[in-house]
């Protein structure tokens, strides 16, 4: 379907591909080819193709959310799907059936497509809470049905299958980490950009005028409820697209991909991004699976830092990280951009200095409560320590407190820059 | 990405030491267990043993390579996702460890063999090994067995030996009930308890058997009262952590005062969530003991566990042996870089366990055969569980249990 | 007599135990602009909801250029060609004033549910799109979003909104409620602008406007049509005046 | 028939333990308008300072004390984050309970770690009230029933028969109308959702002995509820009573009855196929009514939505 408006883009009038409507698309292109020589180990490949499939399952989640008003809690069962039927497919493969590794995600993309408009044909009469709580039963249901159904789903230990045994492309036979990058990335490109012309067409553009006010929708000739289930099919293709790239870079799908705390933090994700922007999710993907993997390298509390940071964005600036980027276009459009830097700079050391204390704050707590038995010793920002004692607790109590008093005392001098650079006649 | 940065710094660094040869050559093992997340305590506790028998028994003896070198765990969160672990295999391989250590979740072991397996086939030069401690499902050593995959723990199946030997050596129990989770290993269990119980003691009956969706029960509460109603005289269930901690409390609270055989039913707070009323009734099957500790060495080292991790419990007795038996084959290869040859010089070496006793890693499927005892929930022994004032005493000892299983393994050596 | 464009017939409503429409029949002819007026609480509204398929009536039927509509859905009758505005503005505020437009257009235009058009590249769509801005006086205000506009300018989209589609039948729920004088003016002109050759439906407080638009007046008091006449016989009618004036005075001593 | 007797006993009380979270996220959703996703965190936070207080003064101060603290910071999460989350629309505030669910787990993690904690009944309940067949029911479950049914009676007291419940009652019905209530809306928005995490908390005090305290409890219960929820009818507390006892009872008789989709197929005329281990439908074959215990609710609920979007007693649509 969704090739139709890649063909059309290419067949349609030339003078309409501008380029500045081709320069990010080309300057991520080429970002993204040369990520490889910066980062060469395998597990940074790795890390970055889970941020890619992360971006691609985000950007279709936000379909859903951003531009169709509609809370999933449950967006793990078409991701999942279409990457089990990926894999199957992919041991069809290793059984002699002929497909290109390449192709695989289509395959899985219609399989999510398929789930989408079997389950949205009931799910999206209705928006709002009745949405969100059906998404919840049949997430459930299916992730409950991935443990009973074990030829399919594989029981607990999930399916697994190569992806090396499908006809070499271009003699490529996917063995390396850096081949399979290439491939992520390739489908990347392809999946956002689909998503981007998505929301560009006609059905795109009334799926927001459906979030905004699906009444109104419903007296310009538009039922509300297939312009829904158009999105939530266009939705569960591209999920399915992430699903089969899971499926080609981990080599194995269990139930972890299907349930709730999948769905949940896909929720996350995106809100994290920025529900309201197309880049949100992009930005949302990297941020959480940088936090996620990294941080979970350095700390036990990585869960509770990303609950923090979800609930406080939600509360202070629940347009996310995109949102909070876009604040900046005012200004920029003013020309008064720079006013901010120097406030900005000010408020930068104390801000993170607080941060990393209180996050200190938080790790010697945790670390006198639930240490490893006898282990006194601590390792914090390459400082070693003994946490039993109250020194460390108290320094970084007390650093926390001065970096937070000086941001506050930073505030006003921040919301003054910031009103003088959002108004055209306070310089004057 | 600073931090990728500088983690390939590290790993740099890391093999520039290494190809130094220093004095002090540091061997690293990936430890790849849930750090975090509601199996924390699992891996936490796996870790610690691994620390301790190390320091006990490897680096303090300078008992790796005449003393030139020495074992260091590298501990890699896997928040037991098996898509995490993949991730955290790429991550140590790429630190240049090459030497895995996983064991909670069968799942996620399953998913590291093939990893291992897929990744050795495709760097034949480069091979990583993976050191299994306690995953426990029996496919794993035999229709999935490869040769780099060494399981340390008895299997289900050899387990099941044991514990129907208990069983079979009391003439009162006449039905026994069979719950289980209900997933591969659930489902071992089960097939496994029918297979023993049949050729142990045909008289007795199964009045059920029963799989049960694993993590989804609130409350199970029904399923005790079919135990209780189903007059079974003994329990058999694979339950493990917040499913046996539920099971074990509604069958009691039922009235049943008869054993209940578990694989999973101590410590991880299990032991101080049963407390009294679990004395004399549950009972645990397991490689190796601690209460009584079989030989003053094993005393001294147990003791000294707790000195060093006062919180936590020797849970898992049997993960004492993979680091000294891994030290014994990087001592027979003379190095710890050709991981082909400690492979195979891991397989069928024998080994004094300092809890398992006699240990043999057979060669025809890569298990581990030592003792196995069932132990019984006792208050006052000497170690206790969840410093709850009760633990677990061997009752019934097995020596190299079920040496001679059957496997279905065809070893493919390269 | 050719064909009615809008046909009730017998059309009641209850809710609950309330009759708020109690059988009404009316007609209104093609090209007609027709002014439904009453007290507060007539059930104008409701009569508009039900027209527009809002909500299915209790019994009786609506009837568009004689095709039986009662029950479908209101996308469905918009198909049929009517259009309404709505007494609280109800527009998309956080599209844009252009997209608002645009969104009223893309179904009779044809682009319907498609995938496969890029809408910025449809030219007929923003010429079209355009003209309308410039019918209502928006093109200043074009890519603002529409939640931010001034009252009278939301009323204004409002109704482009509404004639967007070029619908023949267009439905205006008191298009001039809270507006001032010189505001009224203007949306009145553009009103007749706009439902040149088209049938109007009207409901309105403001008896100027009422007077100066209108081709026929109806009267609707506690769900029943008392009067549908031409102005100068609804301002005539002793029976108008005596209910309307009652209505308003009972009206006053709740 | 002992048996049965047994089950309609057990799967009462934990048709009334539902409820009690159930009573409280009905209140809060009809009030506010808004679906606590964080509700069953509240039950654990019930439960885990139950336990925290019970090592000091024992289990009673605990059941009285901890949904104290579990009302007062729910009256606090009310009044400085939903609050101002409110302004967003439903849809973030949703979304903001849900990160408040995910952020307690965190928490309580990490003061009290990832074990399941030993907490047990009084030593005074500790006993076997009666037994059917051998069959031993607690007196603690006794007890459990008694506390559902007071908190029941209360609420039914305090709606029927207060001034301030029938205004909760109009409200309950008619949300627009909590406007013009003429009282201090907030004030009684947060009193309301502190009420309702009170008795989440002490639902999860008395649940804790016999459904554990781990941090994954929340999790476990936390859909569940909202399923109760949904299918009663949103909004309708006479709807959350039935849906939580029917959800009760099936959960119980669908795992004490051992039926199996072999009995089924044979008695439909089908032949077991022999090597069932490889056969494509095994799984057809070998799932029991037990197995399908847990999805029953979300089973039930999807077919409540489809044909009744408000529930089974539910009289408005959200």
Request: aromatic content about 10%.
């Amino acid at each position: 379907m969704s090739i139709a408006s890649k063909t059309r883009l290419t067949a349609g009038t030339a003078r309409l591909i501008t380029l500045s409507s081709t320069m990010p698309w080309a300057f991520a292109m080429l970002f993204l080819l040369c990520l490889p020589f910066v980062f060469q180990t395998s597990s940074a490949l790795t890390i970055m193709n889970q941020m890619a499939i992360t971006i691609v399952f985000a950007l279709s989640y936000n379909m859903l959310l951003g531009q169709g008003g509609m809370l999933s809690f449950g967006h793990a069962v078409y991701m999942g799907l279409g990457g089990f039927f990926a894999m199957h497919v992919m041991n069809m493969v290793e059984d002699g059936l002929w497909l290109p590794l390449p192709l695989l995600p289509i395959v899985g993309g219609l399989f999510g497509l398929l789930f989408a408009f079997i389950i949205g044909s009931f799910s999206t009469r209705r928006a709002g809470t009745v949405f969100a709580m059906i998404s919840l039963g049949v997430g459930e249901l299916i992730a409950a049905c991935s443990v009973i159904l074990v030829v399919f789903f594989g029981g607990e230990e999930g399916i697994s299958g190569d992806r090396t045994m499908g006809p070499p492309v271009f003699g490529y036979e996917f063995l390396s980490q850096q081949e399979v990058y290439y491939l992520t990335v390739f489908w990347l490109l392809l999946a956002t950009l689909l998503m981007y012309l998505f929301s560009r067409t006609p059905i795109g553009r009334i799926a927001n005028a459906v979030r905004d006010n699906e009444e109104r929708a419903e007296f310009l000739g538009y039922s509300q409820r297939n312009v829904r289930w158009i999105s939530f099919c266009a939705s569960g293709f591209f999920a399915g697209v992430a699903g089969s790239l899971f499926a080609i870079n981990f080599e194995i799908l269990t139930e972890e991909n299907l349930n709730l705390a999948t769905s949940g933090s896909i929720l996350l994700v995106t809100f994290i991004g920025g529900v309201g922007f197309f880049v949100g999710p992009i930005i949302g993907a990297i941020v959480f699976t940088f936090l996620q993997t990294v941080l979970g390298l350095h700390t036990e509390l990585w869960a509770l830092y990303l609950g923090i940071l979800f609930v406080g964005c939600v509360m202070f600036f629940p347009s996310g990280f995109a949102g909070l980027i876009a604040m900046h276009r005012r200004p920029l459009a003013l020309g008064k951009l720079n006013l901010l830097f120097k406030p900005y700079l000010k408020v930068a050391l104390p801000a993170i200095t607080s941060v990393l204390s209180l996050a200190a704050i938080l790790e010697i707590l945790f670390h006198k409560r639930h240490g490893y038995g006898g282990d006194h010793e601590m390792v914090l920002y390459g400082i070693s320590f003994d946490s039993t004692g109250y020194h460390a607790l108290v320094m970084a109590a007390a650093i926390a407190a001065v970096s937070l008093f000086l941001v506050f005392r930073l505030l006003p001098e921040i919301r003054a820059a910031w009103d003088n650079a959002n108004h055209a006649e306070a310089q004057a | 990405m600073k931090r990728l940065n500088f983690m390939m710094a590290t790993a740099l660094a890391a093999g520039l030491i290494a190809g130094a040869a220093a004095a002090q050559e540091k061997v690293r093992i990936a430890f790849i267990d849930p750090l975090s997340g509601p199996f924390a305590t699992t891996g936490t506790q796996g870790l610690s043993i691994y620390r301790h028998t190390i320091k006990e028994l490897v680096n303090e003896p300078g008992a790796l390579l005449d003393g030139q070198a020495e074992f260091e765990m590298v501990p890699f969160d896997n928040k037991i996702s098996a898509k995490e672990s993949l991730i955290q295999l790429q991550v140590a391989m790429d630190q240049g460890i090459r030497i895995i250590a996983q064991g909670a979740s069968s799942g996620v072991a399953s998913a590291l063999t093939e990893a291992v397996a897929k990744h050795n086939r495709r760097n034949p030069d480069d091979p990583v090994i993976f050191l299994n401690h306690s995953a426990v499902d029996p496919a794993l050593t035999n229709d999935k067995c490869q040769f780099w995959h060494f399981r340390f723990d008895a299997n289900a199946d050899i387990k099941m030996d044991a514990l129907t030997d208990d069983i079979a050596a009391n003439p009162e129990i006449k039905k026994v009930y069979v719950i289980g989770q209900d997933y591969s290993f659930g489902k071992a269990v089960a097939s496994a308890a029918q297979r023993f119980l049949k050729e142990k003691r045909p008289d007795i009956e199964i009045v059920g058997n029963e799989l049960h969706p694993i993590g989804k029960v609130k409350d199970f509460t029904p399923y005790a009262r079919k135990i209780v109603g189903s007059g079974a005289d003994a329990v058999i269930t694979g339950n493990w952590g917040g499913d046996m901690v539920g099971l074990g409390k509604a069958v009691m609270g039922a009235g049943f005062d008869k054993p209940i055989y578990t694989y999973y039913g101590a410590t991880s707070g299990i032991t101080a969530a049963f407390g009294e009323e679990g004395d004399g009734i549950v009972k645990l099957v397991g490689a190796g003991q601690v209460n009584p500790a079989p030989s003053p060495d094993a005393q001294a080292f147990i003791e000294s566990f707790y000195e060093s991790f006062p919180d936590l419990d020797l849970g898992q007795p049997q993960m004492a042996n993979v680091a000294p038996m891994l030290a014994a084959a990087i001592n027979e290869v003379g190095n710890a870089s050709d991981i082909k040859a400690i492979a195979y010089a891991l397989e069928g070496m024998e080994h004094d366990g300092i809890l398992t006793g006699k240990t043999v890693m057979r060669e025809s499927d890569h298990q581990a055969i030592q003792t196995v005892t069932v132990q019984g929930q006792t208050p006052g022994v000497t170690f206790e569980y969840d410093k709850s004032g009760r633990g677990m005493n061997a009752q019934t000892i097995v020596e190299m249990a079920s040496k001679d299983s059957a496997t279905t393994c065809e070893m493919k050596r390269p | 007599m050719s064909v009615p464009a809008i046909e009730l017939r017998n059309l009641e409503k209850s809710f609950g135990l309330a009759k708020i429409i109690q059988g009404v029949n009316l007609q209104i002819a093609k090209g007609e602009r027709h002014a439904v007026i009453g007290p507060n609480g007539a059930g104008k509204s409701t009569l508009f909801n039900l027209i527009t398929g809002r909500f299915a009536p209790t019994s009786g039927g609506v009837f568009l250029h004689g095709e039986d509509v009662t029950g479908m859905k209101p996308f469905e009758i918009n198909r049929r060609g009517l259009s309404r505005s709505f007494q609280i503005t109800n527009i998309f505020p956080n599209m844009t004033v252009f997209e608002n437009i645009r969104c009223g257009l893309l179904w009779t235009m044809g682009y319907r549910y498609s995938f496969w058009h890029m809408i910025g590249r449809q030219q007929d769509v923003t010429e079209k799109a355009e003209e309308i801005l410039a019918q209502i006086n928006l093109t200043q205000r074009r890519n603002e979003l529409a939640g931010t506009l001034a009252y009278a300018e939301q009323r204004a989209l409002e109704i482009g909104i509404t004639i967007a589609g070029g619908a023949d039948i267009i439905l205006l729920d008191e298009p001039c409620a809270g507006m001032s004088h010189s505001e009224t003016d203007l949306i009145v002109d553009l009103i007749r602008n706009v439902t040149e050759d088209k049938t109007l439906l009207i409901v309105e407080h403001d008896m100027g406007v009422i007077f100066d638009l209108a081709d026929k007046i109806s009267v609707l008091v506690y769900g029943e049509v008392i009067e549908s006449s031409t102005p100068d016989v609804v301002r005539a009618s002793a029976k108008v005046k005596e209910a309307y004036l009652g209505a308003s005075l009972e009206e006053e001593a709740v | 028939m002992a048996l049965f007797l047994v089950n309609v006993l057990d799967g009462f009380v934990t048709g009334l333990l539902l409820f009690m979270l159930c009573s409280g996220l009905t209140l809060i959703f009809s009030m506010m308008g808004v679906l606590n996703f964080a509700h069953a965190s509240f039950y654990m936070l019930g439960a885990y300072f139950a336990y925290q207080i019970s090592l000091v003064t024992g289990f009673w101060a605990g059941l009285l004390i901890a949904p104290l603290i579990v009302g007062v910071i729910g009256a606090l999460v009310e009044r400085y984050g939903l609050r101002r989350v409110h302004k967003y629309g439903h849809v973030p505030e949703l979304i903001f309970t849900f990160g408040l669910a995910l952020l307690i787990e965190e928490t309580i993690q990490f003061f009290w770690g990832k074990s399941q904690l030993p907490f047990s009944e009084p030593a005074a309940l500790d006993f076997a009230a009666f037994s059917i067949a051998g069959n031993a029911f607690p007196a603690y479950k006794v007890f459990m029933i008694a506390v559902a049914m007071g908190i029941f009676l209360t609420l039914l007291y305090i709606l029927t028969k207060t001034r301030i419940g029938m205004t909760i009652q109009a409200a309950l019905s008619y949300p627009e109308t909590v406007q013009n209530l003429g009282h201090n809306v907030p004030l009684v928005f947060m009193c309301v959702f502190g009420v309702g995490t009170a008795m989440a908390g002490l639902a999860g005090v008395i649940a804790g002995p016999v459904l554990g305290v781990f941090p994954g409890m929340a999790v476990q219960l936390g859909s569940i509820v909202f399923v109760t929820i949904v299918i009663g009818g949103l909004g309708s507390l006479w709807g959350a009573l039935v849906a939580s006892l029917i959800i009760g009872w099936m959960q119980t008789f669908a795992t004490a009855y051992n039926v199996t989709a072999e009995q089924v197929l044979t008695a439909m005329g089908f032949t077991k196929p022999e090597l069932i281990w490889d056969h494509p439908l095994q799984d057809l074959w070998t799932l029991t009514l037990p197995q399908l215990g847990p999805i029953l609710p979300y089973l039930l609920m999807i077919i409540v939505l489809v044909l009744r979007p408000q529930g089974l007693m539910g009289n408005r649509e959200s």
